[in-house]
């Protein structure tokens, strides 16, 4: 997609972190916005903030674990500009350890990170198909190509992310198809995912409470804000749009390390030692 301006990208988990940079991002390259969160104060804050600074942007709060509140969002950006053009699928959330998480939070965590993805697809991508015209980009993860301790939910759900990204890249390529899609694999970003549990359901609220989920939760708190600023991404993101790349990978040598440490073990090498 060489041209950016007048576009009209879904932004999903816009209201924060690496959402909420795209949206500024986007916004400088004339790119009219649909942000989409779950979280309403937030969400009419970034509204409001993107606004002042000249956007052209609508909020619409969502689940997106929910298909029916992402057929919301996209009748809302049909109801507003009339087109949809980039479909960022970025919301996420965190999650725990494999041995002692239980099934409920597993569901949740897959509920927006993977479903969050599939409904993003299944919903807009119809729209780009007969438009012959559009991007999809799926964040993914440095988790989502390597393993991590305590964090199994989270890498299994973001592992689908890249998988299927894969897969998308591929059934696109064959039907030799002007809509291009991405996989965003960052490693640590400055943002609140750390906090994920500010958005769990109530009937979950008590696994947040235990000795394990709030040492884990340390963890990730000190990882995340010695990580990258969200900005950098979203500088990167926009380039990929440019020139329809598939991989964003804004700590490439950590991710091509990971991956080559991946392959020595599967070749029987040792496990990679991952040095928390």
């Known amino acids: 997609m060489k041209e950016l301006d007048g576009r009209v990208a879904v932004i999903t988990g816009g209201a924060s972190g690496i959402g909420f940079a795209t949206a500024k991002q986007f916004a400088k390259e004339g790119i009219n916005l649909v942000l989409a969160d779950i979280e309403e104060e937030p ?11 000249g956007a052209t942007v609508i909020g619409v709060q969502s689940d997106v674990a929910n298909l029916t509140d992402v057929e919301s969002v996209r009748d809302a950006a049909l109801a507003r500009f009339g087109a949809v053009h980039i479909v960022f ?39 780009l198909l007969e438009q012959n015209e559009g991007h999809v980009i799926n964040t993914g993860s440095l988790a989502g190509l390597g393993g991590v301790p305590g964090m199994g939910p989270y890498c299994a759900s973001k592992f689908a992310v890249v998988g ?6 591929y059934e696109l390529e064959m039907r030799h198809s002007d809509v291009h899609c991405s996989v965003l694999c960052p490693a640590f970003v400055k943002t609140r995912i750390h906090e994920s549990e500010r ?5 979950l609220a008590s696994w947040s ?3 394990e989920t709030k040492a884990i939760g340390d963890f990730a708190r000190q990882a995340v804000l010695s990580g990258i600023e969200p900005s950098v991404v979203a500088e990167q993101v926009t380039r990929a749009l ?6 964003i990978l804004p700590h490439q040598s950590l991710a091509l390390a990971t991956t080559k440490r991946r ?12 040095g928390l």
Request: proline share 9%; net charge negative; no cysteine.
């Open 43 to 53: 969400l009419e804050g970034a509204v409001a903030s993107l606004s002042n600074d």
């Open 89 to 127: 699928n970025n919301a996420g959330v965190g999650g725990g350890s494999v041995i002692n998480t239980p099934p409920a939070v597993w569901d949740w965590v897959m509920g927006v990170n993977v479903d969050g993805v599939v409904n993003g697809i299944s919903v807009f991508m119809p729209l």
């Open 164 to 169: 299927l990204s894969e897969s998308l890249f």
């Open 199 to 203: 958005n769990i359901p109530t009937e």
């Open 209 to 211: 409470d235990q000795p």
């Open 242 to 247: 440019t020139n329809e790349n598939f991989w």
């Open 263 to 274: 392959m020595e073990w599967m070749d029987g090498g040792d496990p990679p030692r991952l």
